[in-house]
């Protein structure tokens, strides 16, 4: 695989990524310091990632000609989202080096086989059934309400979830969603939401970054905190060597995300994984020695993969187009003249045209040397931006 080999070389090497997101973009621009060229395939004709790739494919997922192309001007490929069609994978791979394989993906985009490897991997997970037929769906066992039915595909940012209390309301709930494939889920207390970023190397080197404390709203990340306040060391280490084992198992390739719920009485269960850099680890490109996007592209260039090392404590805000609207209406920025003077902050926009309610624009990391800083700093911030 051409890696650091040829960087600098009379042929610059070149990665690709299938999605144009900011996932992507990210990646690129690690990429691109690294001293590869990048090629975006996204069917949009603009995209954050397409605006700052060398080169923009712009092709369905499954169009042969795109794919192709894809193959003929990259050494190797990845993806920045997980709802990438696991055949462009596997068509992609019988030609270049492609990670995450097709086959990790596949588990991540099906929460019922997700769950099923989560226990073959020795993780417990929330109790759950699967639902896929009338049968399934009259076998449910009470015990599992009040629960979250959850579409096994396609599902992100809280999106085809439906909480049901009763019997007839989960009857109910799956006929809205159209009765496709559904896990539901029992309800669980959280005390805390957690996850875990790691990145395995081809040559089977594991490394991880700490574990990461995010609050949701609206089903949306909206604040990650790194070191997680009030989270016992033991429960800590739990969560590491558990999303450790969930990558060794599938024999992963890249940097993957496992998140975690964090009972009232102590437990610690994994929800679900992400094939990819992940929202909850965007502090990483101001608080760690490396970046994830950083390590995405040394997991798939073959570069070497020292552990990554937290050298500030960190806060990161989610900036949701919400903010762009206030009381008078909008859209209008908010004031980053202000937030910019706040010590240790650091702005990331992701490029996008149109501000909308619910759209990540981008996110600012907060940076401090101890957490309480960081978290001052933060809440300082987030007065500014309303
Ligand atoms: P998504 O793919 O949309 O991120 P998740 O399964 O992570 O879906 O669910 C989104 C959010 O809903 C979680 O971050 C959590 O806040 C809440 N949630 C999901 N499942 C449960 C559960 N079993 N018990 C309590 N809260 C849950
Ligand atoms: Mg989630």
């Known amino acids: 695989l051409p890696g650091a080999s040829v960087v600098g070389e ?18 690129v621009h690690a990429a691109q310091a690294l001293g590869y060229r990048c090629v975006v395939l996204d069917p949009d004709a603009i995209s954050p990632a397409g605006a700052v790739a060398e080169q923009h494919i712009q092709a369905d997922y499954l169009d042969s000609f795109g794919l192709a192309q894809l193959a003929r001007d990259c050494d190797a490929i990845t993806t920045e989202f997980e709802n990438v069609p696991a055949l462009a994978l596997e068509t ?4 270049r080096t492609v990670a995450p ?69 989960l009857a109910a709930a799956w006929n809205d969603l159209k009765r496709v494939p559904c896990v539901l889920e029992q309800l669980l207390p959280l005390k805390a939401e957690l996850s875990v970023l790691v990145a395995r190397g ?31 060391t033991d429960v800590q280490q739990q969560a590491v060597a558990a999303a450790r084992q969930v990558a060794e198992a599938l024999g992963y390739v890249g940097v993957l995300c496992i998140e975690f719920f964090w009972l009232h009485d102590g437990r610690l269960v994994v929800n679900e994984m992400a094939p990819r850099p992940h929202n909850s680890g965007h502090w990483t490109m101001n608080g760690a020695s490396a970046s994830q996007f950083e390590l995405q592209v040394r997991a798939l260039a073959g570069l070497p993969l020292p552990e990554p090392r937290q ?3 960190a806060v990161m805000l989610n900036l949701l187009g919400d903010l762009w609207f206030s009381e008078e209406g909008g859209p209008t920025p908010p004031a980053w003249d202000r937030v910019l003077a706040l010590p240790g902050t650091h702005l990331h ?15 600012l990391n ?14 300082e911030a987030a007065l500014i931006l309303g």
């Not at 992609?92 to 030609?95: E, F, N, P, Q, V």
């Not at 040397?369 to 809440?379: C, K, S, V």
């Open 10 to 27: 009379s042929r610059q090497a070149t990665l690709g990524v299938l999605g144009g997101g900011q996932l992507g973009r990210m990646f």
């Open 92 to 95: 992609l791979a019988g030609m």
């Open 101 to 169: 394989a097709a086959a990790s993906v596949a588990v991540c985009q099906d929460r019922a086989v997700e769950k099923a490897h989560f226990e073959s991997a020795g993780v417990p997970c929330a109790p759950h059934a699967v639902i896929t037929n009338d049968i399934e769906l009259a076998a449910v066992d009470p015990a599992l309400l009040p629960g979250i039915l959850k579409t096994s595909r396609m599902g992100y940012d809280g999106k085809g979830q439906v909480r049901v209390s009763t019997a007839v309301e």
């Open 202 to 232: 081809a040559d089977g080197q594991l490394v991880n970054y700490p574990v990461q404390q995010n609050l949701h709203r609206g089903g949306i990340l909206s604040v990650t905190e790194v070191p997680a306040p009030a989270v016992p």
């Open 311 to 313: 050298h500030s404590a």
């Open 349 to 363: 926009l992701y490029g996008k045209a149109e501000a909308r309610h619910g759209r990540k624009m981008g996110h």
């Open 366 to 379: 907060i940076t401090a040397a101890t957490a309480e800083a960081a978290h001052l700093i933060a809440l």
